[in-house]
């Protein structure tokens, strides 16, 4: 599988973006789709993860009710949805597939390139 990771940016605290990863080659092994973040000097953490068939999604306690993932199969893509950013979401986000349901980024199976984003206080 190949994911394209994109819109990241700058935006305000208190502000919205909306990630997107194209999904391409996907395989009977890709049964989940992942946001992951890096900031600087800290781990990969999980952020949101979507099961791609039915649609089952789970986040990291540190973006319930702010992030909300999402795919849509026709268009072979898995948005992530931020609402009000804070400073400490600034990092490079990544898409990433797995075969289960995963918390950690020893899980994962391919990533897409980063985007980043950078919230201002």
């Known amino acids: 599988v190949q994911l394209q990771a994109s819109g990241g940016g700058l935006v305000q605290a208190g502000g919205s973006l909306r990630l997107s990863c194209a999904v391409s080659?996907?395989?009977?092994?890709?049964?989940?789709m992942n946001w992951f973040r890096q900031a600087p000097g800290k781990e990969r953490e999980f952020v949101a993860g979507?099961?791609?068939?039915?649609?089952?999604?789970r986040y990291a306690d540190s973006v319930k009710g702010r992030f909300t993932i999402s795919r849509v199969s026709a268009e072979m893509t898995v948005y992530l949805q931020m609402n009000n950013l804070k400073p400490e979401d600034t990092a490079v986000y990544y898409c990433?597939?797995?075969?289960?349901?995963?918390?950690?980024?020893?899980?994962?199976?391919?990533w897409g390139q980063g985007t980043q984003v950078t919230v201002s206080s």
């Open positions: 990433a597939s797995s075969s289960g349901q995963i918390t950690t980024a020893i899980g994962a199976g391919s």
């Open positions: 080659g996907l395989t009977t092994s890709d049964n989940f």
């Open positions: 979507i099961k791609w068939r039915e649609g089952t999604k």
